[in-house]
Antibody, heavy 119, light 107 residues
C-alpha cells in the first residue's frame, strides 16, 4: 500500500522554525517527485512547489522562496519541509503529495500537518 | 499571476446533478484536475486530464470543457459527495495552480 505519513501538529512562536516530515512507504521513493501544498484555515489549496527525489533539486512556487526549504533523506524515504522565521500567517495545514508523471496527478497525499504560529 | 476561478458554493438535492465549474485562460489546453476534500481529510483526485476518471471513482463523476471553462459533473448526487472540490491546472510556465475551491452541499 502506497502511503505518505506526515509528522504531527506543531505549535510554534513567531520567529521560530519548524520542520515537517513526510515518510513514504510502499513504492520506490526516488521514482516520484514530492509536492508540498498549504491550506490556511478555511481556505483553498496553495501549491508551494516540489522536490525531485532523485536529484534533491527543489523548485519553489512564487511566494514560497526564502523562508521555505524542501529537503530529503533518501535513506529513510522521507521528505521534509522546513519553515524559517515563522509568522502568524504561516498558520495552516501543510500536505505532501506524490506526483505521478504519466497521469500528472497528486496521489496519494499525506494526512496533513497543522502548524500553528502564535505567541 | 495565473488564476483559476471556481464558484464558492454549489447546492443540490440528493439525486440531482451538480455541476462545478473552473475557468482559466489556459484551459482546456492545459489539463484540469479535480480533487475532492472532505472535512479533516486530505484531498483525493476524482478527475484528471479533464475527463479521465481514476479507478475507484464512481461513474457518476464526469468531466467536460467548453471554451476556457472546465466542468466537474456529479450525476445523481449522494450525501457522501458533500465535500470541497478543488480544480488544479498549470500556468504556461508549468507551475501548478489551484482554484479557490467549491463547497458542494447536498441539501
Amino acid at each position: 500500500q502506497v502511503l505518505l505519513v506526515q509528522s504531527g501538529s506543531e505549535l510554534k512562536k513567531p520567529g521560530a522554525s519548524v520542520k515537517i516530515s513526510c515518510k513514504a512507504s510502499g513504492y520506490s521513493f526516488t521514482g516520484y517527485a514530492i509536492n508540498w501544498v498549504r491550506q490556511a484555515p478555511g481556505q483553498g489549496l496553495e501549491w508551494m512547489g516540489w522536490i525531485n527525489t532523485d536529484t534533491g533539486n527543489p523548485t519553489y512556487a512564487q511566494g514560497f522562496t526564502g523562508r521555505f526549504v524542501f529537503s530529503l533523506d533518501t535513506s529513510v524515504n522521507t521528505a521534509y519541509l522546513q519553515i524559517i522565521s515563522l509568522k502568524s500567517e504561516d498558520t495552516a495545514v501543510y500536505f505532501c503529495a506524490r506526483f505521478l508523471s504519466v497521469s500528472q496527478i497528486l496521489d496519494p497525499w499525506g494526512q496533513g500537518t497543522l502548524v500553528t504560529v502564535s505567541s | 499571476s495565473y488564476e483559476l476561478t471556481q464558484p464558492p458554493s454549489v447546492s443540490v438535492s440528493p439525486g440531482q446533478t451538480a455541476r462545478i465549474t473552473c475557468s482559466g485562460d489556459a484551459l482546456p489546453k492545459e489539463h484540469a484536475y479535480w480533487y475532492q476534500q472532505k472535512p479533516g481529510q486530505a484531498p483525493v483526485v476524482v478527475m484528471y486530464k479533464g475527463s479521465e476518471r481514476p479507478s475507484g471513482i464512481p461513474e457518476r463523476f464526469s468531466g467536460s470543457s467548453s471554451g476556457t471553462t472546465v466542468t466537474l459533473t456529479i450525476s445523481g448526487v449522494q450525501a457522501e459527495d458533500e465535500a470541497d472540490y478543488h480544480c488544479k491546472s498549470v500556468d504556461r510556465s508549468g507551475n501548478v495552480v489551484f482554484g479557490g475551491g467549491t463547497k458542494l452541499t447536498v441539501l
